[in-house]
Each structure stands twice: as C-alpha cells, then as structure tokens.
C-alpha cells in the first residue's frame, strides 16, 4: 500500500518518460507526415500549433506500449502511467489538485467475493415464508453485508416520475427490467438501481422478461459470484446496494401474495403508468454478504493549471480522458494477449497532454483555471470519474463544464463525433469554434449512433449526472475496439491532432467567456430522468 500510494518512479518509469519527449525518429514505425497549417494569426493560434501529429504519435506510442502491459486497473503499470502524467504536468508548471497537496486520488478497488451459502431472498407474506432459490428464481448483484428486510413496492420501470427522493425509504423497489444481458440491459439495469437508491430505497428486485429461462438465471448468478473488483467505501467491508433479479414466475407469486394483478401491473408499467403500488402485507427479507479479499487501491491524476481572473479563477473547466485499458487478456488469432489501447484511451490521454501544454505556453492564462482529469477504472464501469464527481478534490458547485475525450484517433480522418451537442450551450460553442477555424477540416458531428447510448457510457456521463454540463468527443468503435490490435500503428495521428487543438479552442472559449456554459431544458429532464 505505501509503495503504491508513493507512485515510485522506476526504471521502466524513466524510460517511459524518455520516450514521450523523444524526437520523432526514434519512434516505432513513425508517425504520418502534418497536415500543412494555414491557422489564423493571434497567441491562440500559436498555442494551439503545438499541439502536432508527431507528439500526439510519441506520447500515444509510450502508453500503447508492450511494456506497459495494456494498463489494466489496478495494475503497477497504471501506477507508471500515472506518474508520467504528474511528472509532464508538473514540468509545465501546473498545480496539484489531488488529495493532500498532490496530483493523486486514490479510490478504494477491492477484490470482492460473494458468499453464496450465506445469499438468500425470501418472501414472507401472512400466509407464511417463501424461500427463492439462488441460480433458479433469482440472481444477485451488489453484495452487501447488511441484512434486507424491507416491504415491496412496484414502481413499473422506475421513472423519475415514480421515484421521487426518498420516497421510498426503507421500502424495496419492484421494477420492470426488459431485455437479455447486453448494453441496453446494463444501462437500464443501472439506472434503476441508482434511481431505487436516491429514493432511499433498501434494494431493488429487478423482474426479468419472460425470455430468461431457467439456464440463464444459472449462468449469470454463477458469473456474478465470481470474485471480482468493485469501487469500495472508505473502510473494508462498507454495505453496497443489494439488487435482485426475479423471475417472471417467482415475481408472480409476489404480486399474487400482495393482491395486485400481475399481467395488469406490467402493462400499465409498458404504457408508461408511474404510479406506485404497494404489494399489500409482502416484505422481502435477505442479503447477498460478501467480504473484501484484499485492499488494493487504483489512481486518478488530477492537475489545474491557474486561471488569471481573480473574479473567475475559482471557477474550473474540466478537460477529461481515461488512461486505463484492459490490460493482458484472451489472445488473439496472431497470439497477441496485451490489450495495448493506443485509440482506447491513449489518444485521450495524449490530447490532453498536449492541449496542458499548448495552455501552458499561452501568454496570458485562461480567465478561468483548466482542470486536467486523467481517470482510471473507466473500463471497469466509469469507476474513476465515479469516484472523483462523488469525492470532487475541487468544489462541485464551482465545475462549469466538463470536456470528455475518449477515442479520437481512428475512423473517418476529417470528421469527429462530438456526443451531447444538443444538451447544453457547449454544443453551439463548438459549432461556432469549428465554422471559425476551418484550417482544423474537421467536421464536428451530432450524434450518428443515438441507438447506442454513448453519452452515459464514458466519463463526462459521472459529472452530468451532477447536472454539470458536458460533451463527449468520440470516434467511434473499430474491429480493434478492446481488442489486442489496438495498436499505435494503427492510429491517424494527423486527425488526433486535429481534434485536440479543436478541444482546445472549446477549453480555451468556455473558461474565458463571461457567463459559464447552460443546460438545455429538454437536455437536463433527460439526464435527470436516467439518474434519479
């Protein structure tokens, strides 16, 4: 713990850092020729081209690398990583915003193991107890050392409009959870259960569609018992929030117990009825205990580089990137098992060095100070920046924006997806920055994958769910995508580059305008609606 908590620099260390400030010549299979530059004149312009191909290449290169073994979280090459990213900002002269004076937040990331003998959920009515079989009537998630016992309530799909705060408190919310496991499934199961929770509800039960057979239960209860790393509290052992998911038949018992018509309820649930109904006289009582197997601990890096407005310097614009990846897994055909994420997210994590350091060579500082936010854990579940909205190192209520760049490095060469334009002043800020810097060719596109969900799906979704406006510049998915071939040949740097000097312009524009960035009214009831 000590050792890790110091981010001792070793060798590997050393050369790492010698390789991110290496000339160009010295990188493997060299990068693609720059894009002659026609910028406009003015000290923006001059910051903005410093940001080139060539760097982008070498620092991507550095972290994509085989030594740095896919920079799994936890992992002594995350911690390597870490420090690379300490030492190029303090190089530039920017400030620590971490904890205790320095760059680093550490987040609890213990092992976690289930004790399925001790699982249970039963179903007490007057007319007795019905004990639900773990694998067979029902599955669990978010083990918790604490005891349920609390009476059900159904609340259809557990829409804001069913989910008022705290109104259920110390009751288990009953809700409708369609789908087969995948994204859209894991999204909605997600919401609910953040939704039952700022209701102040002791659990969740999930009821499953009627495609969930009997083997499937099975399958995933023996992949939810495995042990696996989840963000912990601030001592071993701090009680999670139990989920449940129930079978059509074993829900039907409980609505039967509870005299509530169950094909009724789930129709009204599908027609949008967010009305909740007790199930007269029915509690559920359980647990799903489980026991940290270890203490580990994973990085985020955060540095901020001063604004020059006394008015406004105490106000931040967070520039954010994940710097983890999946690290050493499955091989591929060629027998490649390290999942080096040059694209994921070493292209992030590259742009926002380079855009510290073209801020760093301005004349003049922004009115507003820039807040550089290197995540971890964001391959784990977007654990990192969880950690960091929840346990902000600078006052919430003073983060204007926050800019998110994950995956900017692959794909079409002269067009970026900037995800979340139409949900706050930040998308026609970018319009407005794009129409006057033509020299980027760039085009910067709403949204072509609604279907997908993107925008709850990377980091800037932990701060928007604190209702702090923000914006998500994406690429896109490859056949690489969480893949061994994720290599730093594979890259278009000369696009990278591009698409970081279009990040800082927006980061230059939002921390020195006079009125900070504002929610689209239709924008802020959706993010609310999928988080409350």
Sequence with gaps: ??????????????????????????????????????????????????????????????????????????????NIAAQALIDHHRRLGLEPAGENGTYLQWYPFPLRGLNTAGTRLDVVTSRGTQTLRLGRDFFTRGATTADVSAPLVFVGKGTAEALGEGSLRERAAVVTL?????????????????????????AVIHVLDATWTADSIAKYQEFTARPTRALGGAAPGLPGFPQFFVTQAAARRMFAAGNVNFDQALQAAASGDARQVPLAGVRITGGAPFRDLDREEAPNVVAVL??????????YVVLSAHFDHEGVGRPDASGDSIYNGADDNGSGTAALMEISEAMASLPTRPRRSVVFLHVSGEEKGLLGSEWYSDHPTLPLQQIVANVNVDMIARNSPDSIVVIGKDYSTLGPTVNAIRARHPELNLVAADDIW????????????NFAR????????????HP??????????????????????????????????????????????EVRALTR
């Design 480 to 525: 690489d995508y969480h893949r061994p071939g994720d290599h730093v040949e594979k890259i278009d740097a000369d696009k990278a580059a591009r698409v970081a000097r279009l990040v800082f312009y927006l980061a230059n524009e939002v921390a020195n305008a006079d009125q900070r960035p504002q929610w689209d009214p239709a924008g802020l009831a």
């Design 450 to 461: 609604p279907q997908e969900r993107f925008f709850f799906r990377s980091d800037h979704f």
């Design 466 to 477: 604190k209702e702090v406006p923000s914006i998500f510049f994406f690429s896109g998915v």
């Design 306 to 315: 001063r604004g020059s407005d006394p008015a406004l310097r105490d106000e």
């Design 178 to 202: 369609p789908g087969t496991w995948g994204v859209p499934f894991r999204v909605e199961r997600n919401r609910q259960a953040a939704a039952a929770r700022q209701a102040g509800a002791s």
């Design 1 to 78: 713990m000590t050792q890790r908590r110091s981010v001792a620099l070793p060798l590997i260390a050393a050369l790492a850092l010698a390789a991110c400030a290496a000339p160009v010549s010295s990188v493997p299979a060299g990068p693609p020729e720059p894009a002659a530059a026609s910028a406009p004149p003015g000290a923006d312009a001059a910051a903005a081209a410093t940001i080139t191909p060539e760097d982008m290449y070498s620092r991507i290169a550095f972290l994509a690398s085989d030594a740095m073994r896919g920079r799994n979280t936890p992992s002594p090459e995350l």
